[in-house]
Structures are given as structure tokens and as C-alpha cells.
């Protein structure tokens, strides 16, 4: 019996595992961290010279320190003397001629909280050139023999036989088959990000064609809504952003980062060979010339629509060989920008060989896209010693990686060479392009890679689960002509995908991680997909396609699809940030999963959700309540709710009130004050919210209430009955008191009365500020719980020039860092308060059998 519990659906099952991908600590390091030691700190603290005793040209030197103590201290980033020195909060400041910047600081930070990692180097590294020679990666694509298995019945594809294979041998058995309403669900959120609706289900279920299932897998690929889900994706791999991040009083925004969003999803809905997909977005110029359409151009914001790092050219040249070498080939070739690579046959000539292709090129101005085109004259690169531009080393000709094309490579001879550098990532003979897109599509299917770091295919990474497997994915994804749909349709169409995910205990303790795929895993939506869901069973997702981004975090909520929003380099908002969002700083080869308070708490409380849990409950067309319980189940979890569920939405719904939340701590109104008494005569909110602050209407002067305003900060009182009012509700019986200082800037008119009033006492303070500031601190009170205090502003007399500033604070006697300030605390109005019917429907949507997969 499938039972949903209302006590546990705001809970987010899965434990706080993260999809961590080991290349990023190493990267982070090599990138962020070797780079600064090396060009600002080995001058005195490196190997021939050790300042204060101390060294720094290792973690073991780091954490042994100098004459004072240890220089870091892992996972405590503000213990660590090294953090206080270049941050200069201690008794050290280093470098000494120069501060660092606040992000080097930060990256220094993440670094020692994330626990110093300090990639392993020296005599006991094996040669990367040697090993090259026998490492898996570089090895070519071969297709291997398919293996012969015991239980035929349980394969339907040549990925059956190597995954039975494994079992077999490790004495496993695969799972059964989900039954069909998870298949199609599991099939939809995979391929188009959206949930199937109650009669999609049930006719799924009604088809007694023998291909039922394969005619599924196609109508999903043929969708338009496939591109949007897909394309997401690779945009995650693309470091895609709508902004350039921090860059002086420059324009912060991309006029035209859209048109490649709206290039990538309109790529893959056309199923554009996976090898020409990637040439256009790193040459596209070189295809215009060839006679593609000008449009092609966007294909290019894979490139140009990095961080811009303050428009450092190094750094965006850095960025580019790295989305473009670790995104398509699983290589960390910027690890070698300051030096060898440490682990990988990628020596610092590559690199900048590389360096060289990029800085061949600029940006020009394109309507609608954002390319690169040749310069007239190619750059002749040099090797920059410890990666610092002024200290030029040897030169060296623009030319493909040797690990890759061989001791016989030529220079590249077109201009820039993009176009083949382009053409050679994407060349069949290539032994990592093809091994890195099925390893990353195998990942999204399946919610865990046959090789666990997609990124880093080198030396140092862990060996595929399934070798053969993989070798077998890529060679035949290059023979259908690099189609990534005729990937998806061999991976869609195995058992091995078909398998239900529940747990067996007794295979569990043989393989813990399922690396070895005996059943299904399960996989939680994320953000886009998550919001996506909501808006489609509430009946409001928007179809539309294409266009300038939306923003998402706005209020009413867009109803556009998620791919399509605002994606702010350096403000990501705390939404994206709460449900593992992937940062758009740099290549991100997969999301983390972490299960954090934040997002059950945003689930329960955002507008968003209360919004669309009304929505959805308005919506319903049923009136007898059983009835109207299933179509509920219906819309939301695709499905009739069974006996058991339908008693316990009953007694739930018979049970509930109304959700009114608790009485706002601050309040913006106005009224007609008594200056005898000190009190007002009544109190009426401000009605209209701008975002800011609350005043009469959406605009100023309003008709009725004319200037009578508050914002953060100040505001502007009224008539003899439109003082302006800020009314404190105490949360509980205090001592408390008014701090705060009072301005009126203005050289006319009578300034302004500030009285402040107790419910129960009246009058407790009163001031008047005229053409100057005034300090508004008053005695110690006691207030009950639940009690009004009235910070009134009228004005004074007569109603011109009389706009103020204040900011009063109530603080907590004998607890001054409890206080509560009404420019902080400035909200909006409450949502309307839910009725059991839109209480039962966010509970649906906070179930786990709507938040997961399956």
C-alpha cells in the first residue's frame, strides 16, 4: 500500500551526501591557491629563503608554521595565522607592500575550510608522460567485445550483458522492473524535466502495444521540452551566467547571453551531431564563413560568457582553456598555467600553446550574439615562468595537447587555430571527447557516473566502474554520428535502466554504493525541474520558449519554465544557493545533493509555494469532497489515493483552520493623533507595499493619503490625521527602550514631532526636530506580551517640508544585541492565509513521492 505520512512530508529524505566530484579540490588549489603562494609569497617563505621561520611552499611547512605558531589550521579558517596576515586582521600583514584582493582572501578561506588539500608531489609521483602511455583515458576507442551472461532474460540491449556481466561475477542479481507508472514518470523528469499528468498516466498504462515504452522514449526526445531539460544541463558545464561579475562601474550584464542559451536548447531538440555541437561553440566564425547562418554565432557564448575577473585578459583566457578542456575532454590543462601539470602529461608549453589560440581572438560587435572572431595578425604565445606575465619564458607555436595528437603533431595553420583546435577535440580519434559526453549523460540517467570525477579523466582519477562499458558507449555514440538522442534511446532501453530502486538489504551489504547497478537509484529533482513541477500541476507553466531571461526570485512569480531565468554571477540568490544550484564561476562538472533545514524551510514558507498551493487548490473542478481529494492526488502525484490516504486527508482537512501567521513584530500605518493625550485615535495600515517601504498607493502623491510614507530610514507624515505611525508588537513581557536619532534636513517649514506611546501608559517620550537632528533614546519601560508601542510622527503643526529621517531601534534592556530595527525587518504584506484545501495540496507537493524521481 502506497501511504503518504502528512508528519514527514516537509522532510527531505536523503541524507546530506554530496555528488562531490574529487577533481574540484586539486583544481581549486592548482588554480587559486598554488598561483598566489608562488608570484606573492615564496620571495620570503619559499625554499631559499624563510622569513619568521616560516615556509610555505607545503601544507606539512604550513602546518608546522614559523616562530610563533602554525600558520593554518584546517577547517578553521579564522584560527589560522595565515588568513590574519593577508587579511590583515592580526599582528602580521603579508604580503607587505601589497593587499591582496577580498577574493583571494576568500579563496584562501575556502581553501583551509574545505581542509588545506594539498595535492601529493615529488620522488613517489610516477612520471605523468609514462604513465599516459597505459592510462585507460588515452588509450583508443575500441569497441569491445560484448560479454556472454548466464540470465539472458534479463537483458534487452548490449548494456544489459556488461552490466550483468559485473553482477554475475560479484553474485547479484539485477532488480525486476518498475512497474509502468514510475517508468513513465522516471522517463519524463529525465528527458524533459517534466512530471506526466493523470492521463498520460493511465494511458501509459492502458498501451498494450509491444513498444509501448520505446514510443514513450521517443515522444519525450521529440519534444521541445526535451532541449530545455537537456540544455540546462550543459549550460551547468558552460559556467553559463546573464552577468559578467564584478567589473568597476562597467555594465555588469551580458546584452546577449540568452541567444546562446536559447542556441544550446535549440541544438539538442535538433539533435545536431555532438561533434559539430561542440565545433560551432569554439568556431562558429570559421562556419559562417563556411555559409552557416549568421545565427550560428551564438553557439560561441560558450566561450565569451565567462567571469570577466575585473578584465584581466590572463585570467579570461585561463577561464577559457579550462570550460574548454576539462568541459569537452575531461582534462585539467589549467592546472599547468604556472607550471607541469603535477600529476597529468600536460607540460606548461601546452598550456600556453593553448593561451596562445585565445589570445589570437577578440569579441566584436555582433547583433544578438556574443563570438569571437580572428585578429589580423595571430598571437605567438611564450611560456609565462610561474605563470606571471611579465616573466616570459620560451616561445612556443599554437598547437593541439601532445597527450592527445601525438610527438608528431604539426602547428596549427588557420589563422588563430580554433577551428582546429575545435576539430580535433571533436575528432573520432580523439580517445576522451566521446568517453566524457557518455560518462556525463550516463551520470544524469542514472544520478551517479561510471567514473566518478567527470571532469578529470587523468592520471590521479579512479578507474570506470565498467571499462568496457564505457569504452562500448563511446564508440557506438560515435558510429550513429555522434547523436546524443540515439544515446539516450540505447540507455533508456536497457533493463538496466527499466530497474525498480528499491533496496535489498543482502545486495546492499555486497556493493553499499550500487556502483555495480543491481537496482535503480533514486534521484531528487533539482531546482529547475522541482519549480518546474510545481507550476505544471498548478496549472500555470508557461510553454513559451526562447527570449531575454526572467527573473525568478520576482514576486508574482514568473510562470516561465526555469531554464529560461536570470542567472546573476555575482548576487545568486539565496534560492539558488539553498537547493544546490550550480555556480556559475566556473565549469561546474555536476551539482552536490545536500539536504539542508533552508530548503524545508522554503518549501513550507516562500510565497512561491503558498502561492501555488492556493493556485492549485482553487483549480480543482471537483466539489464532493472525496472527490475532490483524488483529483488532488491526481494533478500532483498522478495517481488515485488509496483508502488509507483518502481517511487521513479527510481528518486532516476536518481538522484544520485556517493558517493565520503570527502577528507582525512591526507595523506601518497612520491616524489621527492626540497630542494632549499622547495617544492615537485609531490605526490604519498603509496599503500598498513598493518594495521599499509603504505608503498610500503606487504613486506619490497619492490621492488620498497623499505623501504619508515610511521607508528604511524615514518618511513623511500627513495631515492632522495621517501621523505616520511605526507600531512594535512585543513578542513577549520585556524591558525595553527606544535608541535612535531623529534628522529633519530641511531649512523650512516647523520640522516634526516624534511622540513615542504605550498601550497602557500613553505618552512615554516625546521630541520635536526642526531644521536639525535630534537624539530619541528614551528611559527603560516594561512592555507586556503582545502590547503596542506607537513611534508616531505627525507634522508638528503644519504639513510642508516635513520629510525625516530615522531609523528608531527598540533594544532589549541588559541584552543590547537583541533589538529590533524596523528598516531591517521592513517586509511585505503576509500571504493570505491558507484554507485546509491549500494546505493539503502543499502538503502533496512537499511529499517525497513528488519531490524524487521515484
Not at 274 to 300: N, P
Not at 602 to 614: A, G, H, K, T, V
Not at 742 to 753: A, L, S, W, Y
Request: aromatic fraction near 8%; proline fraction near 8%.
Amino acid at each position: 500500500m502506497r501511504c503518504f505520512i502528512l508528519i514527514l512530508l516537509s522532510l527531505r529524505i536523503l541524507s546530506s551526501t554530496a555528488t562531490a566530484f574529487a577533481d574540484d579540490s586539486d583544481h581549486f588549489f592548482e588554480t587559486r591557491i598554488r598561483p598566489v603562494l608562488i608570484q606573492k609569497c615564496f620571495k620570503c617563505h619559499g625554499s631559499e629563503k624563510t622569513s619568521g621561520g616560516l615556509r610555505v611552499d607545503s601544507r606539512e611547512a604550513l602546518l608546522k608554521g614559523g616562530e610563533t605558531r602554525a600558520a593554518i589550521v584546517p577547517g578553521k579558517p579564522e584560527d589560522s595565522l595565515l588568513i590574519q596576515a593577508i587579511a590583515r586582521t592580526g599582528d602580521y600583514e603579508m604580503p607587505p607592500d601589497e593587499t591582496l584582493s577580498a577574493q583571494t582572501v576568500d579563496d584562501f578561506r575556502q581553501w583551509i575550510r574545505s581542509g588545506a588539500v594539498w595535492p601529493k608531489t615529488g620522488p613517489g609521483v610516477t612520471d605523468p608522460a609514462f604513465s599516459a602511455q597505459r592510462h585507460w583515458a588515452f588509450l583508443p576507442i575500441e569497441s569491445p567485445a560484448v560479454p556472454d551472461i548466464r540470465h539472458t532474460e534479463h537483458s534487452q540491449n548490449d548494456i544489459d550483458r556488461f552490466i550483468l556481466h559485473k553482477l554475475e561475477a560479484a553474485g547479484l542479481e539485477p532488480s525486476p522492473q518498475a512497474d509502468r507508472a514510475t517508468l513513465i514518470r522516471r522517463v519524463m523528469l529525465d528527458l524533459t524535466g517534466l512530471p506526466p499528468g493523470f492521463r498520460e498516466v493511465q494511458d501509459f498504462l492502458a498501451d498494450t502495444a509491444p513498444d509501448a515504452y520505446e514510443q514513450l522514449v521517443e515522444r519525450c526526445l521529440t519534444s521541445p521540452r526535451y532541449g530545455e531539460r537537456w540544455g540546462r544541463h550543459w549550460l551547468d558545464l558552460a559556467r553559463y551566467a546573464d552577468t559578467k561579475g564584478y567589473v568597476f562601474q562597467e555594465e555588469r550584464k551580458y546584452p546577449f547571453a540568452y541567444t546562446y542559451r536559447d542556441w544550446v536548447i535549440r541544438s539538442l531538440n535538433d539533435d545536431l551531431p555532438y561533434d559539430e555541437f561542440l565545433i560551432r561553440q569554439i568556431a562558429a566564425d570559421w562556419r559562417v564563413k563556411e555559409g552557416l547562418d549568421q545565427s550560428e554565432l551564438a553557439a560561441m557564448g560558450f566561450l565569451t560568457l565567462g567571469r570577466r575577473f575585473l578584465n584581466n585578459t590572463h585570467d579570461i583566457i585561463d577561464d577559457r582553456i579550462d570550460v574548454v578542456t576539462r568541459g569537452t575532454m575531461g582534462l585539467t590543462v589549467s592546472c599547468a598555467r604556472c607550471h607541469d601539470h603535477k600529476y597529468d602529461p600536460v607540460p606548461q608549453t601546452d598550456y600556453y600553446s593553448l593561451y596562445g589560440v585565445f589570445a589570437s581572438s577578440h569579441e566584436p560587435k555582433v547583433d544578438g550574439a556574443m563570438p569571437l572572431a580572428e585578429n589580423d595578425q595571430p598571437h605567438n604565445p611564450v611560456v609565462f615562468l610561474r605563470g606571471t606575465a611579465g616573466n616570459r619564458g620560451p616561445a612556443v607555436p599554437r598547437q593541439f595537447l601532445e597527450v592527445v595528437a601525438g610527438p608528431d603533431r604539426k602547428p596549427f595553420a588557420k589563422g588563430s587555430g580554433r577551428l582546429e583546435l575545435a576539430q580535433a577535440i571533436a575528432s573520432p580519434q580523439n580517445p576522451l571527447t566521446a568517453r566524457v559526453i557518455a560518462n556525463r549523460v550516463w551520470l544524469q540517467h542514472f544520478h551517479s557516473p561510471l567514473v566518478r570525477t567527470p571532469s578529470d579523466f587523468g592520471l590521479r582519477c579512479d578507474p570506470p566502474t565498467h571499462p568496457e562499458l564505457l569504452n562500448w558507449l563511446a564508440a557506438r555514440f560515435i558510429e550513429t554520428g555522434w547523436s546524443i538522442k540515439s544515446l539516450h534511446r540505447d540507455i533508456l532501453l536497457s533493463a538496466t535502466y527499466r530497474q525498480r530502486s528499491h533496496d535489498e538489504p543482502g545486495q546492499r551489504t555486497v556493493d553499499p554504493e550500487n556502483r555495480l547497478l543491481w537496482r535503480m537509484n533514486r534521484g531528487r529533482l533539482e531546482l529547475e525541474p522541482m519549480r518546474d513541477a510545481i507550476l505544471t500541476v498548478a496549472g500555470g507553466l508557461d510553454p513559451q520558449m526562447n527570449g531575454p531571461a526572467v527573473d525568478l526570485t520576482a514576486s508574482p512569480a514568473p510562470r516561465r519554465r526555469s531554464v529560461y531565468g536570470f542567472i546573476d554571477r555575482q548576487n545568486l540568490p539565496a534560492l539558488f544557493r539553498t537547493f544546490d544550484f550550480a555556480g556559475p564561476d566556473a565549469h561546474s562538472p555536476g551539482r552536490f545533493q545536500t539536504t539542508v533545514p533552508q530548503q524545508t524551510l522554503y518549501l513550507r514558507n516562500s510565497p512561491f509555494l503558498i502561492d501555488e498551493s492556493r493556485r492549485l487548490s482553487r483549480s480543482l473542478k471537483e466539489q464532493e469532497p472525496v472527490a475532490r481529494i483524488q483529483e488532488l492526488f491526481q494533478r500532483v502525484l498522478g495517481r488515485n489515493p488509496d483508502r488509507s490516504e483518502v481517511d487521513m486527508a479527510q481528518a486532516f482537512l476536518s481538522n484544520s483552520t485556517n493558517a493565520s501567521g503570527p502577528v507582525p513584530l512591526w507595523q506601518y500605518g497612520y491616524g489621527p493623533f492626540d497630542a494632549a493625550t499622547g495617544k492615537l485615535a485609531s490605526f490604519t495600515h498603509l496599503p500598498h507595499y513598493t518594495g521599499k517601504g509603504w505608503q498610500g498607493g503606487p504613486d506619490l502623491p497619492d490621492p488620498r493619503l497623499g505623501y504619508v510614507l515610511w521607508r528604511a530610514g524615514g518618511g513623511h507624515p500627513g495631515d492632522a490625521d495621517q501621523a505616520l505611525v511605526l507600531r512594535w508588537v512585543a513578542p513577549q513581557a520585556l524591558t525595553v527602550r527606544v535608541i535612535g536619532t531623529v534628522k529633519h534636513p530641511k531649512n523650512e517649514g516647523d520640522g516634526v514631532r516624534i511622540t513615542v506611546s504605550s498601550a497602557r501608559r500613553g505618552r512615554l517620550a516625546q521630541w520635536v526636530a526642526r531644521n536639525g537632528e535630534v537624539p530619541t533614546d528614551t528611559e527603560p519601560f516594561e512592555v507586556e506580551a503582545g502590547e503596542a508601542v506607537d513611534l508616531i510622527v505627525d507634522n508638528n503643526g503644519t504639513t510642508t517640508h516635513d520629510g525625516f529621517q530615522w531609523n528608531p531601534i527598540i533594544e532589549q534592556v541588559g541584552t543590547p544585541s537583541v533589538n529590533w530595527n524596523p528598516s531591517r525587518d521592513i517586509r511585505g504584506p503576509a500571504p493570505e492565509a491558507l484554507d485546509g484545501w491549500s494546505m493539503l495540496a502543499q502538503a502533496l507537493l512537499l511529499s517525497n513521492e513528488f519531490q524524487f524521481v521515484d
